[in-house]
């Protein structure tokens, strides 16, 4: 019971500041970057503290905490939650040219609010014993809407902000119109009610539940690493995965990103942080362990995600505009019956 | 303070307290409604609201079965495991709705281990299936049933114990034969316990998110989420929030007005204990199926599926975070727990020490947190503690804000329905004419709780502190939000893991939460053994 009085106790004072230190709200929780963190510390002295949770859900603290919030940066893996951040007004511009000058311009917010840390593509998963290659060669995303896919597609729920995120991107590039017939197809040709997440999605094609699965591309990686069990495994040789829009716009990306919040305690901490996971050390070591896209040029990403191919066409819509398309996508897939 | 002011005043400023971040959230309904409002009735309100619907439907329907057969089975009969069945039946409250979600599609998804070994058993081929689909609004009927049914058994197994036997013995005389007995009698009888542990369960289904998440359901929860991470629309959000909540707490009212008062307890001298029959062959059978499946599908099943994760990946189980997270987890659970019943002792003290309708009425409200999604409360919660950091605290050096005092309170004001229903139940169970007598003889306020109702309570109060700690070890949205820095509780490591369906890894501090919320099941089941006046 002491203990227990204790430890109430001292929380009671809430915080204790440390001079040396960077606080992290994040809604990136992968085991790896606990290891970065930790490298961090070792290098910097400066100590790490984390509070992890979903991006709205801690953008509702941040913005309830105002000038007193603790945190220094807001690091989390949607463009969308970058977006709804900086438009609150509570980033403040990265001045680090080492940042800048290696991150491109449509990979930052409008004013450098923030900037990509990591990217994913949103691509497409087939099984070559049930689909002709031939089918899928030169595929983009507005062919799954063709009735030669009726019945065989899957994909997860509208609810996911990845798929909102692609669902704007589209808004942004073809119209509201165009992507809302786009979409009434599509869910024509969904092969089951979406479920599961995106893993889920590349098994079901594995096992031939449906020849063509939508989902993100690091997931493969990790199935094939082995670190999510022999039958992950199994169904993730099964699969081939392919960049969609390479012949126009090129295939939709996605980040992980993060700012510098505007009242934060330790702004110099925070950059130094920034530069860090930005610096080509700490980038390998990230995409080896998550399997997403480096930031930085001459980076490459892990031997699993590298033998899908290195080099792709990035769609280069800003990401920024996925965030302010959101609610306009989410209102979209409602009235398109997307569940 | 005047001693009788004081007792009067308890409960108005719990329910100060207790309703400031519900009372914020409910603010959004007097603020501005954006045009998503005829976007949401034109397209997905209805689907939002009907399948709520269905499921609160469902799971009460079947909650209720399983809670008052099984409680009856094990109070009236005698047969084989029952001395087992009988604390063994609310095992399956220490399984979050959402692990066995997780360990449902595991298991009977098409490719899940269930159907694996019944292909390999029967040599089926690849495209059969024998178990259906989860994934759908049955799946969550089911999760939630077999997870909450406890509650209702709890209830009604302590009102049945407490029925008397020459009740029952009369009524067969008259004529009735067992079964009704059970429905006619035994069941009408123990009707506010069941409704109260039954309110339980609905205020908890209504507030998942993770299990129907997991299950693509689109439930009204769901929807309050939808619309602020999707729609970015806070304001929406927490009205339809509210809409929730106005519902549960009208509804709350006015199950509580239709109780009466007092017809249902028995304060007869010549009470005597039911004694049970004996069952052999075929009915015995029966009695023990009755009990062995609920705990099958609720508790063993969950729990193999988790321990064949855990097998498969090589993990460092004791390692320094697993240790601190567990410890963080029951150091808040038990803090909580004896907050919550402390609270619902003092303050159905008052009531009954100084009753009004008004009170009484009113402090039925504070049962309401357990409806709200944790997420929302929490959202409300830091509103609140923002506030009392600016306004209370703003000369010192304190920060309450992402404190543990924050997430304590908002675990306090979430699960103090569960403290109460207890100690409400046992207070019932009190005749008032004990307080009579006490007050005869000049023993008032604090000398009549401590000397007097305490003593009379102590199982009560005990369950209390154990029901909340077993439902503290699972929570996970406020937490999430609450929390301070590099502060981990078992549940956030699940989650961490779960959502992105890295179930092999989740699967370790998932038994750990599991083993944990054993614990006060265990005291509990140790209690239940020893409550049998027969025994």
Known sequence: MKKIQLLLIISLFGHVVMTNEVNVYTSRHYDSDDALYEEFTKETGIAVNIVSGKGSALLQRLKAEGVNSPADIFFTVDAGNLWKVQKEDLFQSIKSQEILKVVPENLRGPNNEWTAIAKRARVIFYNPDNVNEKMVEGISYEDLANPEWNNKIVIRSSSNMYNQSLVASLIASLGEENTEIWAKKLVNNFARKPQGNDRSQIIA????????????????GIMLSGSA???????????????PNQDNRGTHINISGAGILKNSPNPTNANLFLEFLLSKRVQKYMVDKSYEYPILDGVLPSKEIASFGISFKEDQTSVQKYGELNPDAVRLMDRSGWK | MNRLTFWRLLPFAVLVVFTAPLLIVLSSLIGDYSENWSHLFQFVLFDYVSSSLVLVIGVSILVLIIGTVTAWTVTSYNFVGKNIFEWALILPLSIPPYILAYTFTGLFDHYGDANNLARLLLNLQNSTAIFPNVRNIYGAIIVFSFTLYPYVYLVSRSAFINQSKSMKESARMLGLNQFQVFYKLALPLIRPAVIGGLMLVIMETLSDFGAVDHFAVQTFTTGIFRTWYGLYDIQTAMQLASLLLLTVGVFYIVERSSRGSGIYTSNNSTFSPSKEDSLVGYKALTAFLICFIPIFIGFILPIIELI?????????????????????????????????AGLALLINFSIRYKPSAFVQRFSSLLSIGYAVPGLILAVGMVQL?????????SGLDIVVTGSLIGLVLAYV???????????????????????DSSKLLGSSGWSMLSSIHVPLLKTSILTSVLLVMSDVVKELPATLILRPFNFETLAVSTYIYASEERMLQAAAPAIAIVLIGLIPIVFLSKMIRSSRPTH
Not at chain 2, 419 to 424: D, K, R, T, V
């Open chain 1, 205 to 220: 094609v594995a096992n031939g539940e449906a020849d063509i699965a939508i989902a993100n591309s690091y997931y493969i």
């Open chain 1, 229 to 243: 069990g022999e039958d992950q495994l199994t169904a993730a040789k099964k699969v081939r995965m392919i960049f």
């Open chain 2, 308 to 340: 064949l994760w855990a097998y498969e990946v090589n993990l460092e189980f004791f390692n320094q975070k697993f240790i601190s997270s567990s410890f963080n987890t029951l150091s808040l659970s038990l803090v909580t727990g004896m907050i919550c």
């Open chain 2, 385 to 393: 503690l923002v506030y009392i950091d600016a306004l209370v605290l």
């Open chain 2, 413 to 435: 004001i979430k699960t103090y329905a569960l403290a109460n229903s207890s100690i409400e139940s046992g207070y019932e169970r009190v005749s008032s004419s004990l307080d």
